[in-house]
């Protein structure tokens, strides 16, 4: 099911607000494969995290970051109330549904706001193993692409 009408997939920005033990053992597996987590004001490479678990909340919600996540093409979205914090802050209108990974990943395309015609999706905090993050990467672009 490709959408050749969309953009490629060639930058991918993972954010993640939740502190799970899950969670931080999937950032642990990213860091051990070569990924680092960002600051808003860092460079940015082909895929980046992120991380506001426990500090600097209110910058999910920041221009400068929304501004910033314009860049990528994908936004992977780890946790209910960063989800919502950073898609009501980026003034989406609502998500077109696609097709999903698994259960409680929800994958579509952002309508409406400062994120507009962006691929989005949306993940359980706690769900999936230690390396969730690359294979819905790896689905993503295989599907989409």
């Not at 099911?1 to 950032?27: C, D, F, P, R, S």
């Not at 082909?46 to 426990?54: A, K, N, Q, V």
Request: proline share 1%.
């Amino acid at each position: 099911m490709n959408n050749k009408n969309h953009n490629l997939i060639n930058k991918t920005a993972i954010v993640i607000g939740t502190n799970t033990y899950e969670t931080l053992m999937q950032i642990h597996h990213m860091l051990l494969n070569g990924l680092k987590i960002h600051n808003i004001s860092d460079e940015t490479g082909e895929t980046d995290i992120y991380y506001f678990g426990t500090n600097n909340w209110r910058n999910i919600n920041s221009k400068d970051f929304i501004n910033k996540l314009k860049k990528y093409d994908l936004i992977i979205i780890s946790g209910g109330e960063t989800a919502f914090s950073l898609l009501n802050s980026s003034e989406f209108k609502f998500i077109k549904n696609m097709q999903c990974f698994m259960p409680l990943v929800s994958c579509g395309i952002i309508n409406g706001g400062d994120l507009d015609s962006k691929y989005v999706i949306l993940k359980g905090g706690g769900i999936g193993g230690p390396d969730i993050y690359f294979k819905i990467i790896d689905y993503f672009k295989k599907v989409y692409n």
